[in-house]
């Protein structure tokens, strides 16, 4: 598996992470909604970065 498709299921996976965090925070489930908030930012960072470091450098 290459090391792009890593980052974008890193991607995936933060933006579902912070639609979960959303609604537990609307749910009244203060931790698992922070947590979920947190997590999910932190992959959705680790995958745009990775998208944008693992470009083909143009010669």
Known sequence: MKNQY????ALAV???LLILGVVFE??????RGLVSL?????LLIVGIVGMVM?????A
């Open 14 to 16: 933060g933006i579902i």
């Open 26 to 31: 609307v749910s009244h489930h203060p931790t």
């Open 38 to 42: 947190i997590v999910g930012a932190i």
């Open 54 to 58: 693992g470009r083909p450098k143009t």
């Open 6 to 9: 890593l980052f974008y299921a």
